[in-house]
């Protein structure tokens, strides 16, 4: 079982489609963060959520980190194909050591 | 700026061979990362290096994986008598200083066959 669960794992849907991916833990994060990866690249940061019921909008991505600080979305509006990519959510446990733990990830497809 | 590179960018090695993966940090990063990563899946956390401390080793997934760094400088992650299992890619990343946001390289493809 991971520390951090991502939801869905996959995710195909039709240009101009709204869209929410969840990043969900029985524990609690000092702060969490999004990334998204495109094939044949490293993951790229997106977001850094550190408040409990923080709200970050990036143009049509916005990332929510829930009150006790246990969650986060991330909701798209009017996806791109553009969008498509493998969005990751990482954390650093508030009693875990010195390195993030990621999500499994949601691999996302955006068809024009 | 040089963001973290990333060498060889692509690996095909036999089975039993040891493989050398390098990555060049960015500048002034005191924080160093080693990840794992299978095919379709998420990041597998391997080692963790800062400034001088002794590196985190924890996430090494059996004595045959090591890895190096000089300083705050290049690190080497080696994989001795390489199994099929070990077949991945190996993501470096570096950040300014403990769990701050990581800037990640390409990766290294690793094949054993």
């Known amino acids: 079982t991971q520390l951090l669960e991502q939801s869905p794992q996959f995710l195909s849907i039709q240009e101009g489609e709204n869209l929410t991916v969840y990043c969900n833990s029985s524990?609690?994060?000092?702060?969490l963060q999004w990334y998204r990866q495109e094939p044949g690249e490293g993951p790229v940061l997106l977001v850094t959520v550190v408040t409990g019921g923080e709200v970050k909008k990036l143009k049509r991505l916005t990332f929510q980190f829930g009150d006790a600080r246990k969650d986060s979305s991330l909701h798209i509006t009017a996806a791109q194909p553009g969008d498509t990519g493998l969005y990751l959510c990482?954390?650093?446990?508030?009693?875990?050591?010195?390195?993030?733990?990621f999500g499994g990830g949601t691999r996302l497809m955006v068809k024009p | 700026g040089a963001g973290v590179s990333q060498s060889p960018s692509n690996k095909v090695t036999e089975k039993g061979k040891d493989v050398e993966l390098r990555c060049d940090p960015i500048?002034?990063?005191?924080?160093l990362y080693w990840y794992r990563q299978r095919l379709g899946q998420g990041l597998e956390f391997l080692i963790y290096f800062q400034g001088n401390s002794a590196p985190d080793k924890s996430g090494l997934p059996s004595d045959r994986f090591s890895a190096e760094r000089t300083g705050e400088s290049v690190s080497t992650l080696t994989i001795q008598r390489t199994q099929q299992e070990d077949s991945a890619v190996y993501l470096c990343a570096s950040s300014p200083y403990y769990a701050d946001e990581q800037y990640f390289g390409p990766g290294t493809r690793l094949t054993v066959t």
């Open positions: 990482a954390g650093n446990p508030n009693n875990a050591g010195n390195m993030l733990t």
């Open positions: 524990s609690v994060f000092s702060s």
């Open positions: 500048s002034g990063h005191t924080a």
